[in-house]
């Protein structure tokens, strides 16, 4: 199986400041059509987890566009611009290159 | 827009076996494959496996032996289909949040339902 790597696994912010959470695999997720097949998710408390970024970089309908994904192959980040009070939550990403899909431990982001 | 609905029991004896179903309400998805997911304090969030518009299923290697998913008409008339779940001879470290959610065949999830906590207990 691929083994997901998140880090920091807790992430206080302040509000307005700009947030990253790193997410690395344990092998490669750039297929040979171009696509890294990694993507991000957010769980608010209480809720399902809700899509936020696909193949590495691309946004889900909806989804402000203060977040943003970025990497490629097994080293991949998720940035927000700044932070609001909404984007509390826990923040995953999970492999889609291959069954079983693995998603990495979680980031807790919490304002400080 | 699509609708996942989930229901079952949640409270199961060790041995029993868990049985889940996830009906899709709204929209268009039957094109679309269906996954079950489950969240524990232990292991986070693990894939349990999906099934393909046209019945075929891919399980997770851990859980294979003890997993059946299968998709078909709903009991509920307003619902275009349901997606069951079903694992045999559950134990403690079966005890989770299970989600069900939609993909276009790889993923991304892009529709999950709100989840089912169930619970094993002598």
């Known amino acids: 199986d691929i083994v997901m790597t998140q880090s920091p696994l807790s992430l206080p912010v302040t509000p307005g400041e700009p947030a990253s959470i790193s997410c690395r695999s344990s092998?490669?997720?750039?297929?040979?059509?171009?696509?890294?097949?990694l993507d991000w998710y957010l769980q608010k408390p209480g809720q399902s987890p809700q899509l936020l970024i696909s193949?590495?970089?691309n946004r889900a309908s909806g989804v402000p566009d203060r977040f943003s994904g970025s990497g490629s192959g097994s080293d991949f980040t998720l940035k927000i611009s700044r932070v609001v009070a909404e984007d509390v939550g826990l923040y995953y990403c999970?492999?889609?290159?291959?069954?079983?899909?693995?998603f990495g431990q979680g980031t807790d982001l919490q304002i400080k | 827009q699509v609708i996942l609905h989930q229901w079952g029991a949640g409270l199961l004896k060790p041995s029993e076996t868990l049985s889940l179903t996830c009906g899709v309400f709204?929209?268009?998805?039957?094109?679309?494959?269906f996954n079950w997911i489950r969240q524990s304090p232990g292991k986070g969030l693990e894939w349990i496996g999906k099934?393909?518009?046209?019945?075929?299923?891919?399980?997770?290697?851990?859980l294979k032996s003890r997993v059946t998913i299968s998709r078909g008409p709903s009991d509920n008339p307003f619902a275009q289909f349901s997606v069951r779940l079903e694992l045999t001879s559950v134990t403690a470290a079966d005890m989770a949040v299970y989600y069900c959610?939609?993909?276009?065949?790889?993923?991304?999830?892009?529709?999950w339902g709100p989840g089912t906590r169930v619970t094993v207990s002598s």
């Open positions: 193949l590495g970089s």
């Open positions: 099934i393909s518009p046209i019945g075929d299923t891919n399980y997770n290697p851990s």
């Open positions: 092998q490669s997720l750039l297929q040979s059509n171009g696509y890294n097949y």
């Open positions: 959610a939609r993909s276009d065949g790889h993923p991304p999830f892009d529709s």
């Open positions: 999970m492999q889609a290159l291959q069954t079983p899909y693995t």
């Open positions: 709204g929209g268009s998805s039957r094109g679309y494959y």
